[in-house]
């Protein structure tokens, strides 16, 4: 059964950077897909990066496209989420989920990690 916990969530002001990570077990061993959501109360969960374990690529989104970028630490089990020239409108709850990033219904979610950007 996949779990994962996010952290590093925190407060930064606007053009600062901040690394967000995410603790995995349980990921199957043959494939599978990784990645990190952000939801805004009120609005639509926004994906914003899918690591795919069977070709080791990543996606991003136009719009997160050059300011977030997602890593692996494969000793630790763990992916993290660096974020960089950070927005007001990048204040959100960030989550990962997987095996298929959320896609699946059925997919495991962490509990969440609260970034809030404002001077």
């Known amino acids: 059964q996949v779990h994962l916990v996010e952290s590093g969530g925190a407060l930064v002001q606007p053009g600062g950077s901040l690394r967000l990570s995410c603790s995995a077990s349980?990921?199957?061993?043959?494939?599978?897909?990784i990645g990190w959501v952000r939801q805004v109360p009120g609005k639509e969960r926004e994906g914003l990066s899918c690591?795919?374990?069977?070709?080791?690529?990543?996606y991003y989104p136009d719009s997160v496209k050059g300011r977030f970028t997602m890593s692996r630490d494969s000793a630790k089990n763990t992916w993290y989420l660096q974020m960089n020239d950070l927005k007001p409108e990048d204040t959100a709850v960030y989550y990962c989920?997987?095996?298929?990033?959320?896609?699946?219904?059925?997919?495991?979610w962490g509990q969440g990690t609260q970034v809030i950007v404002s001077s």
């Open positions: 349980g990921l199957p061993l043959d494939k599978y897909a």
């Open positions: 989920a997987a095996p298929t990033c959320g896609v699946n219904p059925n997919d495991a």
């Open positions: 690591f795919t374990s069977s070709d080791g690529s990543t």
